[in-house]
């Protein structure tokens, strides 16, 4: 079992940036490929970016450009940049593959 704490959400203006962090409770990193999720309200959780084991980051067509994913000291990262209100969501972070052990995610919004 993982245990995967997600921080750094917040209010922020269109156009704004935002970095959000994932804490693991153990190094998998090296193990498993990381990617970062967001579920929007009323909808499912979708997936928006990964980044494998060997380093290489793929990216949802919807934040592509916008977005980038990182690992730095052990914790996972994700910048966002010219945020839309559509990129309104809780993003949470996991495993690439075989997902499970959700956390509770950290609450972006952006808004006028």
């Known amino acids: 079992q993982v245990q995967f704490v997600e921080s750094g959400g917040g209010l922020v203006q269109p156009g704004g940036s935002l970095r959000i962090s994932c804490a693991v409770s153990?190094?998998?990193?090296?193990?498993?490929?990381m990617a970062w999720y967001r579920q929007a309200p009323g909808m499912q959780r979708e997936w928006v970016a990964r980044?494998?084991?060997?380093?290489s980051e793929i990216y949802a067509d919807s934040v592509k450009g916008r977005f980038a994913i990182s690992i730095d000291n052990g914790k996972l990262y994700l910048q966002m940049n010219s945020l839309k209100p559509e990129d309104t969501a809780v993003y949470y972070c996991?495993?690439?593959?075989?997902?499970?052990?959700w956390g509770q995610g950290t609450q972006v919004t952006v808004s006028s």
């Open positions: 153990e190094d998998i990193f090296r193990i498993y490929g």
């Open positions: 996991n495993r690439d593959r075989n997902v499970r052990d």
């Open positions: 980044i494998l084991s060997g380093g």
